[in-house]
T-cell receptor, first 112, second 112 residues
Framework: QKEVEQNSGPLSVPEGAIASLNCTYS??????FFWYRQYSGKSPELIMS????GDKEDGRFTAQLNKASQYVSLLIRDSQPSDSATYLC????????????FGRGTSLIVHP | DAMVIQNPRYQVTQFGKPVTLSCSQT?????MYWYQQKSSQAPKLLFH???????NEADTPDNFQSRRPNTSFCFLDIRSPGLGDAAMYLC???????????FGPGTRLTVT
């Protein structure tokens, strides 16, 4: 059973701070990692994908992957109230099923 | 813009009254998925199509059926909705060999 674990939160940070969201996964064969943002009542939106160990930056977002420790994180710099949402981590394995396993998400609240 | 479209956005049905949800895509993606998502939970995969090959998750109730008449369209039929089927239904697509999923806006189903 492949598992993806996230702290449900809420994680509350002040505007302008760095928000750090973490995700751990159980399948050592996992190769592809994704972060989706989901606003309340809306559908998930892909914001980051990462495939190799290390950091990947896109604007204010940085995804960090450590396969040895089986975790992936998302850093949001200069957090804005508009970043308040649930962030879903999804993990996929190469070979066999190409379908990612989703975590339950971490709720982020950025307060002014 | 290429996109995934779901109709209707909101659906109210009565207990036991069949309902059909639709999804269309202009991304020309081979794979289409149907998810059910309840509040504060991870999206739960119901079905997916790899081209015309239909794949049913083992724990998807028989009450749920799906059709994909062509590459662009996919339907979710709920034959006899129960109160427990009230949820957001999400359609997603992905390209051949890719794991990134692109979601439609979802259909919020209410069962009265």
């Amino acid at each position: 059973q492949k598992e993806v674990e996230q702290n449900s939160g809420p994680l509350s940070v002040p505007e302008g701070a760095i928000a750090s969201l973490n995700c751990t996964y159980s399948d050592r064969g996992s190769q592809s990692f994704f972060w989706y943002r989901q606003y309340s009542g809306k559908s998930p939106e892909l914001i980051m994908s990462i495939y190799s160990n290390g950091d990947k930056e896109d604007g204010r977002f940085t995804a960090q992957l450590n396969k040895a420790s089986q975790y992936v994180s998302l850093l949001i710099r200069d957090s804005q109230p508009s970043d308040s949402a649930t962030y879903l981590c999804a993990v996929a394995s190469s070979g066999g099923s190409y379908i990612p396993t989703f975590g339950r998400g971490t709720s982020l609240i950025v307060h002014p | 813009d290429a996109m995934v479209i779901q109709n209707p956005r909101y659906q109210v049905t009565q207990f036991g009254k069949p309902v059909t949800l639709s999804c269309s895509q202009t991304l020309n993606h081979n794979v289409m998925y149907w998810y059910q998502q309840k509040s504060s939970q991870a999206p739960k995969l119901l079905f997916h199509y790899y081209d015309k090959d239909f794949n049913n998750e083992a724990d998807t109730p028989d009450n749920f059926q799906s059709r994909r008449p062509n590459t662009s369209f996919c339907f979710l039929d709920i034959r006899s909705p129960g109160l427990g089927d009230a949820a957001m239904y999400l359609c997603a697509t992905s390209g051949l060999g890719a794991y990134e999923q692109y979601f439609g806006p979802g259909t919020r189903l209410t069962v009265t």
